[in-house]
């Protein structure tokens, strides 16, 4: 363990700058602070000593004035008697007897010798004589029964390994408390890496050297890559190999034989009971750690009590005070506080308390403004969340609305209640908000309806007179079809699909978080002129004027078209034509952006085609399996949609055995951007019937004539050929379509009958 005695929790503190231990002695104890005037010698004096620092004191003594001649005349008027009195200092007591001096030294600890023998010669001297080997072991014994020096060091090396500071004795670094009392030093672990060889290294390291001299020198059994980790190897420190090496040396002349062996022998002994020396010291340590820490504990108790009085005195908060002691560790109050320490420390202990004021100041501020605009973000939330994405204001832009963004930042008022009781204020102010955001979007639309030739031709009054309120009628028309401007966007048709358009549009996973982190940029739109093209064809086929026919108004037409441009498909010996509605239809030329379509051209189904489709019944879109599905009474799957029956499950824990899809959930609209799939209509019947996956009809032909195990298909599965016999399809519409009680017509057909015929 450690032998920490002058600086020791210095290196935790966690504010150094009120460590004035720096400036008092930072290798000595605070006992040896009144001695640092007592220097005589010359500072290449006060440099040796067995590694001890050198000492600069504070201030540099007054030069002394040349003494005047008394039977000269200087020209000065002699001085009054006594003014030449020299002022008495601690110096004079080099002045005592030795006796007196020993026995005063005495009652000292050794880190107290130490400090003296480096103040000047006269007291190195003493405490080198024989006569202070008394003083040096009562010393010992007054700090707690130190362990007798190692053999073959002297007193002052014995003290200056345990007290002389706290830094490696190779490099110089500080903090290093562990001694290894093996190899009598105290090290780093990079000078232990560096230094250290292991005994199974040693033929490899000196392999000129005899490996006798592992048995001659002291060892560690605390490696350089294991510091504080006692292991089996034995380590030697490179220099004392060197150091015996060169000893055998001398035993290596003839006749030297004995001497040479006599040598070994008393080298092993002493090694020997060096091992027993050391196990007494390791246990010192850490008794002696364990004290000093005890002391170290004491003290900061009484000093922290002392300072926290004082400090009240003077006028600070006592909250604070004891905030500032409690939430921090000095090591100056480690140990003993003087008067004098006192006054050194008190103006840096206010700065301190003065700083930590101010980081509190500030840290209260960053969690108040924090807690106020969460609150904020929280009513934001709950309010948008039902509302179309494209007219929802980013909540950023709400933060930071002048006054709103002064009530965040504001001085806390102490009381959390009324930190936060502001906020149901802005709150009322949210729908106004956003109704003025969803104003700016649709000023922006009607803006780009009003300048785009394809709309109207009747414009040119809007354009001249400039327009500063959004035309809810024109943005209704059928013609009104715009885009997002990102890549891959579908034509949105009318207000009614822009509104619903937004970021998660384009990323179905996205969440609607509406933390200010993750905000993202609002869509920007602009006209889609293929979808305008194919609206306005539309409108022309069937004879009404693109300049005042609505979106609504077409979809009551309940018309359905062939697309020209599109020729029929073959499929199973017959062939098919896509029937779709309008809205449909400006999907399928904005999509289809070939040579083929070039320009958009439809064709009506006949009567006898649109009453076989009506007669279909129309499957359900969405359907129910696709996870689009969010609850309209809380925000669980907002940005994470579910199944239709996930949300009528869940509709329950808000009280609703029977939900109504639009108003207690829905569909999320900015996902659900393109119209059910147009429906496969044959004009040309089927000869064939539909190959099962896998197979084709060559490899496996019908070999029953009028056979009805494969004579029903299903209605609402358009697009695929699968057959069923009529217990299946029946199955089959309940399971994957939610249809309880399946009929033959709306439901499912039977296969025409002259296809299970040979």
Not at 144 to 164: H, K, Q, R, T, Y
Not at 293 to 302: G, H, K, L, N, V
Request: contains cysteine; aromatic residues 8%; glycine residues 6%.
């Amino acid at each position: 363990m450690c032998c920490r005695d002058c600086d020791h929790y210095d290196s935790d503190s966690d504010l150094t700058d009120l460590d004035t231990d720096s400036l008092e002695d930072t290798t000595s104890s605070s006992q040896c602070s009144e001695h640092s005037n007592l220097s005589e010698a010359s500072s290449e004096d006060d440099a040796g000593g067995y590694g001890g620092e050198t000492r600069i004191p504070d201030k540099q003594p007054a030069t002394k004035r040349a003494r005047a001649d008394k039977g000269t005349d200087t020209g000065t008027a002699p001085a009054t008697k006594g003014s030449g009195r020299k002022k008495k200092t601690p110096s004079l007591i080099v002045t005592v007897p030795i006796d007196v001096l020993l026995e005063i030294f005495g009652l000292l600890e050794p880190v107290d010798l130490l400090q003296l023998f480096r103040v000047n010669k006269a007291f190195r001297k003493v405490l080198s004589s024989n006569n202070a080997v008394s003083v040096w072991k009562a010393a010992r014994v007054n700090r707690g029964g130190v362990p007798d020096c190692i053999p073959g060091m002297s007193e002052v090396e014995w003290a200056n390994l345990l007290f002389g500071g706290s830094q490696c004795q190779e490099c110089g670094k500080k903090g290093i408390w562990r001694i290894d009392f093996g190899i009598r030093r105290r090290l780093c672990p990079s000078c232990f890496n560096e230094n250290l060889v292991c005994d199974s290294a040693f033929p490899y390291e000196f392999s000129g050297y005899d490996p006798i001299i592992m048995d001659l020198i002291p060892s560690s059994n605390i490696g350089g890559d294991y510091h504080d980790h006692i292991t089996s190897c034995k380590f030697f420190w490179s220099d004392d190999v060197l150091k015996m090496a060169e000893e055998l040396k001398v035993y290596l002349k003839p006749g030297a034989e004995q001497a040479l062996e006599d040598f070994k022998q008393s080298r092993k002994k002493y090694v020997d009971s060096d091992i027993g020396h050391i196990t007494v010291c390791n246990a010192w340590a850490d008794e002696d750690s364990s004290r000093q820490f005890s002391r170290a504990r004491e003290f900061r108790s009484q000093n922290i009590e002392l300072f926290q009085a004082r400090l009240v005195d003077l006028g600070h908060d006592a909250e604070d005070v004891k905030r500032m002691f409690d939430r921090h560790h000095y090591g100056v109050l480690d140990q003993e506080l003087t008067d004098a320490r006192w006054k050194r420390l008190i103006p840096k202990v206010e700065r301190k308390l003065a700083e930590l004021q101010e980081g509190w100041r500030l840290e209260n501020q960053r969690n108040v403004s924090s807690d106020r605009e969460s609150k904020l973000l929280a009513m934001y939330q709950k309010y948008v969340r039902p509302l179309p994405q494209a007219i929802i204001p980013p909540p950023e832009t709400f933060l930071k609305l002048c006054d709103v963004a002064e009530f965040i930042k504001s001085p806390p008022t102490g009381d959390e209640e009324s930190d936060i009781q502001p906020c149901y204020a802005f709150a009322e102010r949210i729908p106004e908000f956003c109704a003025e955001h969803k104003h700016k979007r649709k000023l922006e639309l009607t803006r780009l309806l009003a300048l785009s030739t394809d709309v109207g031709q009747d414009t040119t009054t809007l354009q001249s007179q400039g327009i500063d309120a959004p035309d809810d009628m024109l943005m209704q028309l059928a013609t009104s079809v715009f885009q997002c401007t990102q890549p891959r966007s579908f034509p949105l048709i009318t207000w009614y699909k822009a509104q619903y358009h937004g970021p998660s549009s384009h990323n179905p996973g996205m969440s609607r978080n509406y933390a200010r982190s993750a905000s993202t940029p609002s869509c920007t739109f602009s006209i889609s002129q293929r979808g305008v093209a194919a609206a306005r064809s539309f409108l022309s086929l069937v004879g009404l004027e693109f300049q005042t026919t609505t979106a609504t108004t077409m979809d009551d037409l309940q018309c359905r078209f062939f697309c020209s441009n599109c020729p029929s498909k073959p499929e199973n010996g017959g062939s098919y034509r896509m029937a779709m509605n309008w809205r449909q239809g400006i999907f399928h030329y904005v999509e289809y952006e070939g040579p083929s379509h070039k320009e958009p051209r439809w064709e009506f189904l006949s009567a006898e085609q649109l009453q076989v489709i009506k007669g279909w019944r129309t499957p359900e879109y969405p359907g129910a399996t696709q996870r689009v599905w969010r609850c309209n009474k809380c925000e669980l799957y907002h940005g994470n949609s579910t199944t239709k029956g996930t949300v009528i499950d869940h509709m329950q824990l808000h009280g609703i055995t029977t939900p109504t899809e639009g108003i207690d959930f829905s569909y999320d609209q900015g996902v659900m951007e393109k119209p059910p799939p147009a429906t496969k209509f044959f004009v040309t019947p089927q000869t064939k019937p539909p190959a099962k996956s896998g197979t084709t009809q060559k490899s496996k032909p019908s070999t029953k004539t009028g056979s009805t195990k494969l004579g029903y298909r299903c209605q609402h599965c358009n697009g695929l050929n699968r057959t069923f016999i009529l217990e299946g399809v029946k199955q089959h519409i309940k399971v994957k379509h939610n249809i309880s009680s399946p009929s033959e017509g709306p439901d499912f057909c039977k296969f025409p009958s002259h296809l299970n015929s040979s």
